[in-house]
């Protein structure tokens, strides 16, 4: 089945560094991906709808000067943590869709961002 | 995107038939259901997806009444591995469908 392959699956850096996740399409080509965020116990808010060539659509609420996404590839999407603060500190998870699949959407890992 | 409602909470017991209830009132005639298992530090995996009556796969079946406000995942004799988060979600499965937002999704315990 269609796998989307999250790096790092962890990482901490310190204040006002920023930091880039990486979210691949290893068996399948994915014109959209889509960024969530994660709280503990709270459910994946959705940040950013990221097309293949194009800018990146953001949720209400979502600074995009703040969390860049580049979507260069049909297999690669990134999203980069600029000048990150311990707020930023959360679980990032991303999803791809494979038009090729009835069922569609497969999700990352997950990378784990610690701020200190 | 059609708004999800489901319990916050719902506990078990090994063995047991647990049924979740997802209300969607607001469906549109393109849209699919979907749902979603995730764990801790994981990110949510698929489980089933169905658009009218009655899916059953390997691990879940999902009942979807004639008027498609709702649906029930039924998970069939569950065991602690079980215990994580189950998310309903409610989209067209369509080209352009950009719209991939979670409800609050059902916090699943399973006891011993």
């Known amino acids: 089945g269609a796998v989307v392959s999250q790096h790092p699956s962890w990482v901490i850096c310190k204040s006002g560094t920023s930091v880039k996740i990486e979210c691949r399409s290893l068996?399948?080509?994915?014109?959209?991906m889509f960024w969530y965020r994660q709280f503990p116990k709270q459910s994946l808010m959705l940040m950013a709808t990221s097309n293949e060539g194009s800018k990146a659509t953001y949720e209400q609420g979502v600074e995009k000067d703040k969390f860049l996404i580049n979507h260069a590839s049909l297999t690669l999407s990134t999203l980069t943590v600029t000048s990150a603060h311990p707020e930023d500190s959360s679980f990032y998870i991303c999803?791809?869709?494979?038009?090729?699949?009835?069922?569609?959407?497969?999700f990352g890992s997950g990378t784990r961002l610690t701020v200190v | 995107l059609a708004k999800t409602t489901q319990p916050i909470s719902m506990d078990s017991y090994e063995g047991q038939e647990v049924n979740i209830t997802c209300s969607h009132n607001?469906?549109?005639?393109?849209?699919?259901i979907t749902w979603y298992q995730q764990f801790p530090s994981q990110g949510p995996r698929f489980i089933i997806q169905g658009y009218k009556t009655k899916v059953t796969n390997e691990v879940a079946s999902l009942f979807i009444p004639a008027d498609r406000k709702s649906s029930t995942l039924s998970l069939p004799r569950v065991s602690l591995s079980d215990t994580a988060v189950y998310y309903c979600?409610?989209?067209?499965?369509?080209?352009?469908?950009?719209?991939?937002?979670f409800g609050a999704g059902t916090r699943l315990t399973v006891k011993p």
């Open positions: 607001n469906i549109a005639t393109n849209d699919y």
């Open positions: 068996d399948f080509q994915a014109t959209t």
């Open positions: 999803s791809a869709r494979d038009y090729g699949a009835r069922y569609g959407y497969t």
């Open positions: 979600l409610v989209a067209p499965v369509s080209y352009n469908n950009n719209d991939m937002r």
